[in-house]
């Protein structure tokens, strides 16, 4: 029972372009997001998140957008940077329930 | 701020024995959560706990188990182990329940590997 997606395992992009990372869910009760990055051998880091209330919430190089209707959301990442090369997690919660993470998509950004 | 510590990083055990992890949260935080990380599958809850007491528990045998100290330090316990119990344990805390919408800070986890 995967009520949160991530269908790309992997992306690349070049230094200095976008990067931008998928998430689809299937509950709508889910009501609060989340995005974590993680480097090997660290656990996940807190990026950033957005409540159901809202579309789009912005950090920096960091944006994320919920789309309520299609159960979707996407973090964006612009510039990105070298440093950013990680693999990230969407998660989502409901009132009352545990928090559901996708098993992630690996970002490569090349110099 | 120290951060979410969990001991030990590594861990090598065989199939039956039992295992004991530990969680220190983020001081002033009371909420402490446990995931399992296997490769290719995101984290997958195990349960929640808040002020000593389990809120959640995720899909998982019941040779899973863990408890929560007044002290808000969080132990998880797994029995009669088998192979495909080894994975990254990861533990995150946070200020309140994960119903209050809130960031989980997470520990760097306990490698657990079952011979």
């Known amino acids: 029972d995967q009520q949160v997606k991530q269908n790309s395992p992997s992306l690349s992009v070049q230094e200095g372009r976008i990067s931008i990372l998928n998430c689809d869910y299937t509950?709508?009760?889910?009501?609060?997001f989340l995005w974590y990055k993680k480097y090997p051998a660290e656990g996940p880091t807190f990026l950033i998140s957005?409540?159901?209330?809202?579309d789009k919430n912005e950090d920096g190089r960091f944006t994320v957008f919920l789309n309520k209707s299609a159960k979707h959301l996407s973090l964006h990442i612009v510039p990105s940077q070298p440093g950013d090369s990680a693999v990230y997690f969407c998660?989502?919660?409901?009132?009352?329930?545990?928090?559901?993470f996708g098993a992630g998509t690996r970002l490569t950004v090349k110099p | 701020k120290a951060g979410v510590t969990q001991t030990p990083r590594y861990l090598i055990k065989t199939r039956g024995q039992q295992v004991t992890l530990s969680c220190s949260p983020i001081?002033?935080?009371?909420?402490v959560s446990w995931y399992q990380q296997t490769p290719g599958q995101g984290l997958q809850f195990l349960f929640e706990?808040?002020?000593?007491?389990?809120?959640n528990k995720g899909n998982f045998p019941g040779r899973f188990s863990g408890r929560q100290f007044s002290n808000s330090r969080s132990e998880m316990n797994v029995s009669t182990l088998e192979l495909g119990d080894s994975a990254l344990y990861l533990c995150?805390?946070?200020?309140?329940?994960?119903?209050?919408?809130?960031?989980?800070?997470f520990g760097d986890g306990t490698r657990l590997s079952i011979l």
């Open positions: 995150a805390s946070s200020l309140g329940p994960t119903r209050d919408n809130q960031p989980q800070h």
């Open positions: 509950n709508s009760m889910f009501d609060y």
């Open positions: 957005i409540s159901s209330i809202k």
């Open positions: 998660a989502a919660s409901a009132e009352g329930s545990d928090m559901r």
């Open positions: 001081s002033g935080h009371r909420s």
């Open positions: 706990y808040f002020s000593e007491t389990q809120r």
